[in-house]
């Protein structure tokens, strides 16, 4: 597999470092076979992914959403994937959550949805739930860990 990446701040070096080549956001969806988001959502990336990076994408291609929501925009998603300008897509995250039940996105065809639970796995809960654990007995110690200071 061929591993590309783009990102605003993304730098050779970076890139590098998990075997990726950097390109282009439109040369990323351009050639791209599945396109995975992995962004946090801010007014940057807000709408990054509209019906025109839709339109650059193959036709076989597909979209990976696990972000957050309106990264995508979910309307223009809608229309690629009844048009069948993309072949698919795999969603866990949405604009509104839960997905409301009346919401196009439910009948959209050639999608693979799960309710913002896919970081759900078993070593998840066991590092989640170790972490808490141990957090709680350092600060009954009285050495609390992870402390963030507000500024």
């Known amino acids: 597999m061929r591993l590309v990446a783009w990102s ?3 730098t050779a070096e970076r890139a590098a470092e998990f075997g990726a080549q950097p390109v282009t956001k439109d040369e990323l969806l351009r050639i791209s076979d599945v ?3 992995h962004l946090v959502l801010s007014d940057r990336t807000r709408g990054l ?11 076989t291609a597909y979209l990976v959403n696990t972000s957050r929501g309106p990264i995508v925009d979910e309307a223009a998603l809608v ?4 048009s ?3 072949a698919g897509a795999g969603l866990d995250v949405y604009d509104r ?3 409301p039940d009346y919401h196009a996105l439910r009948s959209a065809p050639r999608t693979v949805q799960t309710p913002h ?9 066991r ?7 141990e957090a709680v007995e350092a600060f009954l110690a009285g050495q609390p860990l992870r402390v963030l200071v507000a500024g």
């Not at 992914?49 to 036709?59: F, N, S, T, V, Y």
């Not at 639970?117 to 998840?124: A, I, M, P, R």
């Open 8 to 10: 605003e701040n993304l």
């Open 35 to 37: 396109v995975t988001i």
């Open 49 to 59: 992914i509209g019906a025109r990076e839709l339109g650059l994408m193959k036709p």
């Open 79 to 82: 229309a690629a994937l009844e």
């Open 84 to 86: 069948g300008t993309i």
């Open 97 to 99: 959550e839960p997905l």
């Open 117 to 125: 639970l896919g970081y759900v796995t078993e070593e998840n809960y």
């Open 127 to 133: 590092t989640m739930y170790g972490q808490t654990v």
